[in-house]
């Protein structure tokens, strides 16, 4: 059954607002054909339903609109089978779908590294847990509704530009798609090397745990960990042999990879045993300076 619940905290300025079955941010959708300027961003849009990217089209005809979102990497209906062209099909399809070129009232930025969501007009916010995405009413989405163009502003003048500069702006050219292409992989590098380095190390120190250090107790490198490194590096060198050196602003680009060391962490990780025993060897050392160490003490 569908339902949404406003819990007043400041009558009139601000409520939160949960809801199921229902946009948690409808209120804000009302206003969208009042409205002068609409801001949008969000951790993904839906892949396949329209409503949503529907009504900010209809809202250009009369407002500006600016949408700022994510391409989410880890939702499998995203992408295609093949490693080296899911990138490139995800980004393409986003693309399509936020294409600004044929509309001058439509700005389109992209962040790999964003997880928010604020859907505003001048008049009311919504900042809350809901994506920008038309699936986004089949679950509990809880967030806070601020009303009045003076709140609005603070909003707008103080968050907004945070959000703004931390985005990719996006104008329909070959170099924009690439410049996303390259910046979405980079992230996926970025979250791979994580995965790997959340495994093998963890944060000690007294009062706070600010020291990172190899985790002697529990040390982990799965070999889908280094599946998932490999992978992204096969697409970084496979789009860099595609088209690359013949996009005007990228020609250099390839020369700045440092492809010998993209194959030394190939030669590696094709051979996972050999991370294994460096892991094993690794953990028996740490474990000798350990005990080492605290015989050193108990002596001294």
């Not at 962040?111 to 007009?121: E, L």
């Not at 945070?162 to 970025?190: A, N, Q, V």
């Not at 963890?202 to 998932?228: A, C, R």
């Amino acid at each position: 059954m569908s339902k949404t619940t406003i819990i007043p905290l400041i009558p009139g300025q601000i409520d939160i607002v949960t809801s199921k079955g229902e946009y948690n941010f409808q209120e804000v959708m009302d206003d969208f054909p009042n409205a002068e300027t609409i801001f949008v961003t969000t951790y993904n849009i839906s892949a396949r339903r329209n409503e949503l990217i529907h009504s900010l089209g209809e809202a250009t005809e009369h407002a500006e609109v600016r949408i700022i979102t994510n391409i989410p990497a880890r939702h499998d209906q995203y992408f295609g089978n093949a490693p080296r062209e899911r990138a490139s099909q995800s980004i393409e399809r986003y693309t399509q779908r936020l294409d600004p070129s044929n509309n001058e009232n439509l700005a389109t930025s992209f962040n790999f590294s964003n997880h928010s969501k604020v859907i505003m007009t001048e008049n009311i916010a919504y900042i809350g847990s809901a994506n920008f995405s038309d699936e986004s009413d089949q679950s509990r989405e809880t967030g806070f509704l601020v009303r009045g163009q003076d709140l609005v502003k603070v909003i707008s003048e103080n968050l907004l530009p945070i959000l703004i500069d931390e985005g990719i702006p996006y104008f329909g050219s070959m170099l924009d798609d690439k410049k996303i292409l390259l910046s979405f992989l980079l992230s996926r590098l970025e979250g791979a090397a994580s995965v790997i380095r959340d495994g093998l190390f963890t944060f000690v120190g007294h009062p706070f745990e600010d020291q990172e250090v190899y985790n002697i107790h529990d040390p982990f490198l799965g070999s889908s960990d280094l599946e998932g490194l490999l992978e992204v590096l096969d697409e970084i060198e496979g789009e860099l042999d595609n088209e690359f050196r013949e996009v005007a602003g990228l020609e250099d680009l390839a020369d700045l990879i440092d492809i010998d060391s993209i194959n030394v962490i190939r030669a590696l990780c094709d051979y996972d045993t050999q991370f294994m025993n460096l892991q094993i060897l690794i953990r028996l050392s740490m474990h000798q300076i350990y005990y080492l160490n605290r015989w050193f003490i108990t002596k001294t």
